[in-house]
């Protein structure tokens, strides 16, 4: 077999599961460094000991990602059939309907592939060189196991860059790039070509039903709403007054839509959410419901600290603006703040806008983006929500 091995020196790495293994990890020496990026590799020890079956890239700081813990193991079509038929098996048994994230990367065993799965339609991202390569084989067991008459493949992740990847989005089966997700017995419209990711955040889905409980005769501030996942469900569930707040216009655009397709009305305003709420402070505006679910504050360890605290701002300016007795949610997707650190930050900038609160529900994403036990940052989504006084 042509496949190249990676070398591991003793002492670097001991065996921790993690299916990354990083560049400063490996023995990085010349024939390492000829393997190209996103080649198939046998990763073993210096004493010969399998450590398993990955994708290379010299360009990346993640160096390795496993696919299985055995050596040798073939990657073709059957093998992404059989993973794919996995993640498809635990997604048939939570679900009555085809809406929900397919394939959740390392939480799948398949690093470097999301798949969101719109019915008949799915929309595909490759994050890495290694999955770039296996592109046609993704495909055809995708093709093989659920025939689907749509996909889309994301190929705009900025990460890509990091793994040295062109950016593009090409709808490679069928067409139309606009469909209703089914989520929580509301039809939402999104863009699957046009919108952010993949379309849709499927991983806020038991957050959102866990909200609507609350919403019955409130007013409800929905700031981050992109295209008012929370607040149309809330408006449904008989909110009084529903504002998304968000400063993207098509977003908003398709969540006054989505709140027409639901019988629902929704106001949108677009601003800034740090501005607007100081200017709802200004003019003493409270809602009874806040949910802020903004874009990751922490985009690298690097930014951990100016990222917390902004956390720790929103949490304030949002405490400020709920109503006594009011219900607050504040969300963080950045995988670079730990859970804990997130929680000090809200909980500092609670008691710096003088508010007391009980912590309702400490909740991540749905069961559709399992966690790797072995890999915290495929735990990236915390949510926290708040009854205050
Ligand atoms: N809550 C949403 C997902 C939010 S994603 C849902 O349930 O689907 C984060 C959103 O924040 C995006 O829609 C983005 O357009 C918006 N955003 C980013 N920066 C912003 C800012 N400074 N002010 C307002 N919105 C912002």
Not at 11 to 28: D, K, L, Q, T, V
Not at 96 to 111: C, I, N, S, T
Not at 205 to 230: C, E, P
């Amino acid at each position: 077999m042509s496949r190249k091995t990676i070398i591991l020196p003793k002492g670097r790495r001991a065996r921790s599961g993690s299916p990354w293994i990083f560049s400063n990890e490996i023995r990085m020496d010349g024939p390492a460094k000829a393997v190209g990026a996103g080649a198939v590799v046998n990763v073993r020890g210096e004493d010969g000991r399998g450590f398993g079956t990955g994708y290379f890239n010299p360009k990346s700081l993640i160096a390795v990602r496993l696919l299985t813990e055995e050596c040798d193991a073939v990657i073709d079509k059957d093998f992404f059939a059989q993973r794919l038929g996995r993640a498809l098996r635990l997604r048939d048994s939570l679900y009555d309907k085809p809406f929900y994230r397919l394939v959740h990367a390392e939480g799948d065993h398949l690093p470097g592939l999301v798949i969101d799965r719109f019915g008949d339609t799915l929309t595909v991202q490759i994050g890495t060189a290694g999955m770039e390569k296996q592109r046609d084989a993704i495909l055809a067991a995708l093709d093989q196991l659920l025939s689907p008459a749509t996909v889309i493949l994301r190929g705009d992740a900025p990460s890509r860059t990091l793994e040295g990847l062109a950016s593009y989005v090409e709808t490679v089966k069928g067409k139309g790039h606009r469909i209703a997700v089914e989520e929580n017995g509301a039809r939402y419209i999104a863009d699957l070509t046009e919108g952010q990711k993949t379309g849709w955040y499927y991983d806020q889905r038991d957050n959102r039903a866990f909200i609507a409980q609350f919403a019955k005769g409130k007013s409800v501030l929905d700031a981050y709403s992109y295209t008012g996942g929370f607040g149309i469900l809330a408006a449904m569930a008989g909110a009084r007054e529903t504002v998304c707040l968000d400063s993207s216009a098509p977003a908003l655009a398709l969540a006054e839509e989505s709140g027409r397709a639901n019988g629902v009305k929704i106001k949108a305003v677009k601003a800034d959410v740090f501005e607007e709420l100081e200017r709802l402070i200004g003019t003493n505006e409270k809602f009874d419901m806040v949910l802020a679910d903004p874009p990751p504050f922490v985009k690298s360890k690097r930014d951990l600290e100016p990222g917390a605290k902004a956390y720790r701002k929103l949490a304030r300016l949002a405490a400020q603006v709920t109503a006594p007795d009011g219900i607050l949610m504040l969300a963080s997707c950045s995988h670079n703040i730990p859970p804990d650190r997130f929680a000090a930050e809200c909980a500092q900038g609670l008691l710096r806008a003088g508010r007391s609160a009980r912590l309702i529900r400490q909740a991540g994403a749905g069961p559709d983006h399992p966690v790797h036990p072995l890999l915290p940052e495929s735990a990236y989504l915390k949510a926290l929500v708040y009854a205050l006084d």
